[in-house]
């Protein structure tokens, strides 16, 4: 089992390095154990290969943010979603509070103002907040290829300090880019983000990106193909939030990150890549996964600019 002895190695190297914090702004998340550990690859032809805590269940955070957005893009097509949510890389923290200053809208999709927004955008207009969360629900499980339930203890605990999503999606509201109540956007948005799954669930989730939107466990077309190849431009240059830069030349590999500790890369036509380890750097992105993708992609040359 090449792959397998591949991964347990390489997480022996990255599993001395205890730096950084837990996020302690959602007091859940601040109780998970920091040690936990894991890694998979999930190849487009349905094989998972996995290493250390690939089954234990935390909450996907942002890395929902990239499937919502697809989601919205084909349950709407793409003018009414880019006429509220801009794709330039912001340069700033995940939750800056900041807009566009000529259209009011969120830079991209993969800052919480973004995603608020788009989570308003997800399944047909008009529907009631709980229906909603269903559709969401719904197709990140199709993402999965497996049924997907929400963390209520973290959901509860992130909507307890919700200050400051509350105050992005008051601002949206204000320009018109939400047209709905903020409050209910917000708490639908912190559902979507407290939706429990493994390393093998997210792994199976970028392969199923990486395989132009089809699942590779139910076959099913999740989303349609352009909508993946824009997701997976939108997540190489703004993934990582002010780290994307970096990201990009050192890694190379569209990728999301999320506040308990996932990661998730995508390269397509190939192989999706998720890891799991709790402490967070200075921009919110798990220490730990960020060293296991650049040994990924240096030792197995996955960096998509690298000419053969
Ligand atoms: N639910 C978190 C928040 O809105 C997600 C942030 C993240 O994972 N970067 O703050």
Known sequence: PIIPDYLAEVLRDVERDTSGERAGYIPELATADPERLGAAFAMTGGEVYGAGDVDTEFTIQSISKPFVYALALSDHGFDPVLARVGVEPSGEAFNEISLESDTGRPRNPMINAG?????SLAGADGLSPTARVERVLEGLSAFAGRPLRVDEAVCASEMEHAHRNLAIAHMLRS??????DPRAVVDGYIRQCSVLVTVRDLAMMAATLANRGRSPLSGRQVVPELVVRHVLSVMFSCGM???????ATQVGIPAKSGVAGGLIG?????????????????????VRGVSLFERFSSDMGLHLMEIP
């Open 115 to 119: 995603a608020i927004t788009v989570h």
């Open 175 to 180: 320009h018109n880019i939400l047209t709905e």
């Open 241 to 247: 939030y002010d780290a994307a830069g970096d990201w």
């Open 266 to 286: 995508a390269l397509p036509g190939q192989i999706g890549i998720a890891t799991f380890s709790p402490r967070l750097d200075v921009h919110g992105n798990s």
